[in-house]
């Protein structure tokens, strides 16, 4: 049966975010697979559909420059800024496509930065036609559309528009269409996620909620029920839109970041809790010199994995800064698409969106920040009293080394001031040794004699020594008083 269902004036439209800016590289710096966007756009689509308009994409855009890829050519601190070159016009048609069935195939490209980010509308479609379901593979030649070929940092929305012909159900024609365009190029199944009513007409949503942003297929199919519906969908309203798709997509990019940012940093927080004990171990220890280095060594591991927590602490705050930034850009686009709607349009899809970012991944990423916070809370507090052992430690076995250099010193005092006496008096005893040859000592001793010369010597030497020794002592302390330092 649903090879027999049919649509009339199908249109496919691809909206690919590409981040255009990188903060790891710094403030405002361009990220270094920037182009990649425009190069598969240009190389993949452009020979798909054998478009030569769009394989020369990279010659009509201000971000290019002799066929080389030239940011500084698009102008400064712009919100949004249009990327085609003003000769080209706001939108760059493509000359239309004879099909070999003589199906007539349009297409258009326009594109835009977003803030830091990059995107376009690139859109194809049948004009006056009719077609089978099963015929939507001709707007997707290998899957040159989906985000495989595509590569959007971001991730991509694909709109399909199209009036039935032959169906049963809207419900059933969108999930036959959606089959159909995606074949099976897409690794992951696109389901079926929600529905509403736009401008009219009934609306739905698919997602392969893949968690790699430059695979995961989001798409729309709208399906004409208001014949007036495509004259409400304006160039107002796409711009809107755009905004809109893009502010999902990095809600959705930043959400999926920080879960793996905090995965990463419970790891660094296990590694942590599995060391605390190593610090009772190194408290026992009775050596010093050992333990004060074990202490030095634990303290620079844990450390270096605080400085990571850290590290990754700081990226999911960033994270949640931009989540909240993108959710309320959101809420205002789509805003502003109610204030285009229509009586009877239900948009409780989109809204429920931006209830999931406020209400669920702004309070996660929360809840993921004060676990972490307080875990570094208490390993900083274990860093703080490892660091005041290191230090006591060290005091210690410095007055323990300085004690045993003071007691080195007087040995080596000591030791100087015998080898100096036994040196003085050995010269004293060779200076007056000759006298006892002149002149033999009398043991047996007569005070009524005077002394001998031997022993009056030494008697001399000894006093000369002790007079000289306080001169220089004396004058010593008078050039110190004298000549202070």
């Given at each position: 049966m ?13 909206y690919p ?7 790891d ?6 990220a270094k697979n920037?182009?990649?966007?425009w ?16 394989n ?7 971000c290019?420059k ?12 712009l919100?949004?800024e249009?990327?085609?070159?003003s000769?080209s ?7 239309q ?12 490209i326009?594109?835009l930065?977003?803030h ?6 690139l ?11 099963a015929?939507?593979?001709?707007l ?12 959007p940092s971001?991730?991509q ?9 032959v169906?049963?159900?809207?419900r059933?024609?969108?999930d ?14 696109v389901?079926f ?8 007409s ?12 430059n ?9 004409q029920?208001?014949?007036?519906t495509?004259?409400?969908a304006t160039?107002t309203?796409n711009?809107y ?7 999902r997509?990095?809600?959705v ?6 879960r793996?940012?905090y ?5 660094i927080?296990s590694e942590?809790?599995?060391?605390l ?5 190194i ?15 634990f303290?620079?591991e844990?450390r ?12 999911l705050?960033?994270?949640k800064?931009?989540i909240?930034?993108?959710a309320?850009?959101y ?18 899809f ?6 999931l ?15 972490l916070i ?16 290191v230090?006591?430690e ?6 323990e080394?300085?004690?045993r250099?003071?007691k080195?010193d007087r040995?080596?005092?000591n ?18 040794y ?6 033999p000592i ?10 001998h010369?031997f022993?009056?010597?030494i008697?001399w ?25």
């Amino acid at each position: 049966m649903s090879q027999e269902w049919q649509i009339k004036n199908p249109s496919i439209t691809l909206y690919p975010f590409h981040l255009r800016d990188d903060s790891d590289e710094g403030y405002k710096q361009v990220a270094k697979n920037a182009q990649i966007l425009w190069g598969n756009l240009a190389d993949n689509v452009g020979k798909e559909f054998n478009i030569n308009e769009l394989n020369s994409l990279r010659d009509k855009l201000i971000c290019y420059k002799n066929g080389l890829y030239y940011p500084d050519g698009e102008r400064k601190n712009l919100t949004n800024e249009e990327l085609l070159i003003s000769d080209s016009g706001k939108t760059l048609k493509f000359p239309q496509i004879i099909q070999p069935d003589n199906q007539k195939l349009d297409g258009s490209i326009y594109a835009l930065r977003i803030h830091d980010t990059y995107t376009a509308d690139l859109t194809f479609y049948y004009k006056n036609d009719t077609i089978k379901v099963a015929e939507l593979t001709r707007l997707n030649p290998q899957g040159c559309l989906l985000p495989n070929a595509i590569q959007p940092s971001l991730g991509q929305t694909l709109l399909l528009y199209a009036a039935p012909a032959v169906y049963d159900t809207y419900r059933k024609l969108a999930d036959e269409s959606v089959k159909a365009f995606v074949q099976d190029k897409q690794p992951a199944s696109v389901e079926f996620r929600a529905e509403g009513k736009l401008f009219g007409s009934p609306i739905f949503e698919y997602d392969s909620r893949e968690d790699d942003a430059n695979k995961r297929c989001h798409f729309l199919v709208w399906l004409q029920e208001n014949p007036r519906t495509l004259g409400f969908a304006t160039s107002t309203f796409n711009f809107y839109l755009m905004n809109l798709l893009c502010s999902r997509a990095k809600i959705v990019f930043v959400y999926r970041e920080a879960r793996k940012k905090y995965r990463k940093a419970q790891q660094i927080v296990s590694e942590l809790e599995k060391k605390l004990p190593e610090f009772s171990q190194i408290e026992r220890e009775q050596d010093r010199q050992v333990k004060l280095q074990k202490l030095k060594q634990f303290l620079a591991e844990v450390r270096t994995k605080m400085f990571d927590c850290a590290q990754q602490v700081r990226y999911l705050q960033e994270d949640k800064n931009t989540i909240d930034t993108n959710a309320e850009n959101y809420g205002d686009a789509l805003t502003k698409i109610r204030s285009l709607c229509i009586p009877g349009d239900n948009l409780d899809f989109l809204q429920k969106f931006q209830d999931l970012a406020e209400n669920k991944y702004q309070r996660q990423i929360e809840i993921d920040l004060n676990y972490l916070i307080a875990s570094q809370n208490l390993f900083q507090q274990s860093i703080s009293t490892v660091r005041g052992m290191v230090e006591i430690e060290q005091v210690e076995l410095d007055t323990e080394q300085e004690d045993r250099e003071k007691k080195r010193d007087r040995q080596l005092e000591n030791i100087i001031f015998f080898v100096g006496t036994a040196i003085g008096g050995g010269q004293i005893f060779s200076a007056a040794y000759p006298l006892i040859k002149d002149k033999p000592i009398q043991w047996q001793p007569d005070f009524s004699l005077p002394l001998h010369p031997f022993v009056a010597t030494i008697i001399w030497s000894l006093l000369f020594g002790l007079l000289f020794g306080l001169l220089m002592l004396a004058l010593a302390v008078w050039v110190r008083k004298t000549f202070p330092r």
